[in-house]
């Protein structure tokens, strides 16, 4: 019996992180690396990555290299990288204090989505789809991805956007390096509520 605790001692506790935690973790990285760096007194290099060794000494929620690493892997959107080290990491677009994330320019497909709650739609209707405080309008390749994204935000309406029309006339589509279509705007003209 005490050879078998002595074993169980001296293994590392391997700790299963709950969905819950997995969010909290994620949602801080999220405020740090696209918002707040200074929150925590992290400097954001021209490109937007951080040192992971200072996020995880700095961090006021406390997690593990473990929990960063998995954070990063299992996070549906694809929200953040780590460099080819994994010294550094970054969040993948969204971001409101200034960086440049060296988005590739592509040639978006003929429709793209994007989800909003029912009471933007007015001033949507107005003024077209505005960054706002990001770099970027964020879009989606399908209704689901949008749907997901909108219905965050109060009674879900997804628009459907003419990227092909837009294409056409001049304006410039990225592509972020988690599949998020990317533009600076989207006049109103070019959006069909679906």
């Excluded at 050879?3 to 819950?20: H, W």
């Amino acid at each position: 019996m005490a050879l078998i605790l002595r074993s169980l001692v001296s293994e590392p506790l391997i700790r299963i992180m709950t969905k819950t935690r997995e969010i909290k973790i994620s949602q801080f990285l999220s405020f740090v690396l696209r918002h707040k760096p200074e929150s925590i007194g992290l400097t954001l290099d021209k490109n937007g990555w951080a040192s992971v060794a200072e996020i995880l000494k700095n961090s006021k929620c406390r997690f593990s290299w473990e929990e960063l690493k998995q954070v990063v892997e299992n996070n549906n959107k694809k929200r953040f990288s780590f460099n080819d080290d994994l010294n550094l990491i970054k969040a993948n677009q969204g971001h409101s204090v200034k960086v440049e994330l060296e988005f590739k320019e592509i040639i978006p497909p003929d429709t793209l989505y994007h989800g909003t709650a029912k009471h933007f739609l007015k001033s949507i209707q107005e003024k077209g789809l505005l960054k706002g405080q990001r770099h970027h309008v964020h879009l989606s390749k399908d209704i689901q991805t949008a749907s997901n994204v909108g219905k965050r935000h109060g009674q879900l309406v997804v628009l459907a956007i003419n990227t092909k029309l837009m294409h056409q006339e001049g304006y410039q589509f990225y592509i972020s390096e988690n599949q998020i279509y990317l533009i600076e705007q989207v006049p109103a003209n070019y959006l069909i509520v679906i």
